[in-house]
């Protein structure tokens, strides 16, 4: 089965020449689809007779115009947060309905959505609700779209900038996030810029650099969360096979090769990762190095059974971080009376 929303204007193309029907189709239903339209029906500018023509064809399994549905939708009280859990169309391959995470945030600048890449996650991280039950499966690139979209309508806002931080490792799932990342930055559709996306990696070394190659003009988060591998490798399994020298190394490279600063996101953990003298090997782990330090007050979980940091205690991390030069910062909490924590609504969802 295709799902029309994973392929790009030059592969609907492809497609509309093997149903015998004119190429610059492509084009017009690459337009409808990214407007967000939920049927061929509502695709105005089509002959009615292609209109049946691929209603029929959806009805016999042979491709999918890409649905997804709100199965929960959280809406915070206090700064207008909006998190959803979408259902994705159920595929062959599927013993059940997919459920994934994404979460609408407004800000000064402009709406962002965070999206998830992948329903679960297999990285292991002891801090995070994402990875509790593993991976289920990769998303394509369709269903990643699919979020943005699907906030859109559900909102009514257009969506400025795009996180991809919700559930799973996105370069874990490499190919089908440049697909998406290419999808949407496409002016004939949403027309997103390069530099108002972000992604985020736990730290798959060997494509940090396939990612300065093939997305230069896109932000990297690199999830930090400790300044050495006793601590880091305690709560994130990733740092048995990619240490944190293997992990520096590249990262300074990276920002040689593009000029590009990475954020290094750092899960403030009481009694594990938060005490002064973890702040000062972080600056030094860090000195010299093109970076901004985003410090994240722990959403907890209780599975994990770990505690964010104090107030107090976030606020003498960063002080000392600033006194070694370091550029930081504490993340604005949003949506803290809803189920913020990544994972935390399809969690209680299953």
């Known amino acids: 089965m ?4 994973d392929l790009d204007i030059t592969e609907l193309g492809k ?12 084009k ?39 649905h997804i549905h709100i199965l ?10 909006v998190k959803f859990l979408f259902g994705l169309e159920k595929t062959p391959w599927d013993k059940e309905q997919i459920a994934v995470e994404s979460v609408f945030m407004k800000y000064k600048y402009g709406n962002s959505i965070c999206v998830s890449s992948q329903a679960g996650c297999r990285m292991g991280c002891a801090f995070c609700a994402s990875t509790i039950g593993g991976l289920t499966r990769n998303l394509s690139a369709g269903e990643i779209l699919m979020q943005v979209i699907g906030v859109q309508r559900a909102t009514g806002e257009k969506i400025n ?15 089908n996030i440049v697909k998406f990342i ?49 601590i880091r490798s305690s709560i994130m399994p990733i740092n048995h096979r990619y240490p944190i020298e293997e992990l520096m190394v590249k990262c300074r490279k990276y920002t040689e090769v593009t000029g590009r600063r990475i954020t290094f996101e750092y899960a403030l953990i009481a009694g594990k990762n938060d005490g002064l003298e973890q702040a000062d ?5 860090l000195s010299g190095m093109l970076c901004h330090v985003n410090l994240i007050p722990l959403n907890e979980v209780s599975e994990t059974g770990l505690s964010g940091s104090p107030k107090a205690q976030v606020n003498k991390f960063l002080a000392r971080l600033e006194s070694r030069k370091i550029t930081a910062t504490v993340r604005r909490e949003l949506g803290s009376d809803i189920d913020a924590a990544c994972g935390q609504l399809r969690l209680s969802h299953n």
């Open 28 to 66: 017009q239903v690459f337009e409808w689809l990214s407007k967000g339209v939920d049927s061929f029906a509502e695709m105005s500018n089509l002959p009615k007779s292609l209109r049946e023509k691929l209603e029929r064809a959806e009805e016999d399994g042979q491709l999918s115009i890409g």
């Open 161 to 175: 900038h795009i996180v991809i931080m919700g559930t799973g490792e996105p370069f874990d799932n490499y190919g």
């Open 281 to 285: 090997e972080l600056a030094g782990l």
């Open 72 to 81: 929960k939708r959280q809406n915070s009280a206090t700064d207008g947060t």
């Open 2 to 5: 295709i799902n029309l929303r």
């Open 182 to 230: 290419n999808l949407v930055h496409d002016q004939r559709g949403l027309g997103l810029s390069m530099r108002n996306i972000t992604v985020s990696t736990c730290g798959l070394v060997p494509k940090i650099m396939d990612f300065a190659k093939d997305l230069p003009q896109v932000n990297l988060a690199v999830s930090l969360h400790a300044p050495n591998n006793e």
């Open 15 to 26: 497609f509309f020449k093997s149903i015998r029907e004119p190429a610059f189709r492509a």
